[in-house]
């Protein structure tokens, strides 16, 4: 996994302490080989809690502010686990070529692919079967969304 590169993050990282309003809990086999491609997808380590016997029971992962992801040593449930964040501004198409360079076993890149809500998604299914989709708003489609918003939300 130390082959794989981080990707930019599309902000400053933000280390605020804060009660979190949602955060996805991921149960992983490998805790240390799935940080690292958390590393790679944008995400940076803000703690990491040892257990009684000084292994590691937690990794508290963000992204973005409000963008938190719990890593925990388990046995995971392939596709039990989805969670979806704002892009914030990162260029998926990047971040899906950068992914695609150093393939994981069990690591799968779709996307980015549009959606018919006016989004731009790209799904990341890390090598334990835990999803993450990130999503962008389709800027030049704004007045046809605003259109719908009209005409379909009460």
């Known amino acids: 996994m ?3 590169n981080t990707a930019e993050s599309a902000v400053a ?4 302490i804060y009660p979190m309003p949602m955060f996805a809990n991921f149960k992983v ?6 940080e690292a ?3 790679a997808v944008g995400f940076f380590t803000l703690a990491t809690i040892p257990g009684p016997d000084g292994s590691t029971a937690l990794v508290h992962l963000r992204r ?4 938190d992801i719990l890593l925990t040593p388990g046995e995971p449930v392939r596709g039990s686990t989805t969670v979806s964040f704002a892009a914030g501004g990162q260029d998926l198409e990047e ?13 799968r890149v779709e996307g980015p692919a549009d959606t018919l809500w006016f989004t731009s998604d790209l799904t990341i299914d890390d090598p334990d079967g835990n999803r993450v989709i990130l999503t ?3 800027e030049e ?14």
């Open 29 to 34: 086999a490998d805790i240390e080989a799935a």
């Open 2 to 4: 130390s082959e794989i």
């Open 141 to 154: 489609e704004l007045e046809q969304a605003k259109e719908w918003a009209r005409e379909n939300i009460v």
């Open 37 to 39: 491609f958390y590393h």
């Open 136 to 138: 962008a708003f389709r």
């Open 64 to 67: 973005m502010r409000y963008q």
């Open 95 to 107: 971040l899906a070529a950068l992914l695609r360079e150093v393939p994981v076993d069990g690591a």
């Open 13 to 16: 990282f933000d280390r605020t």
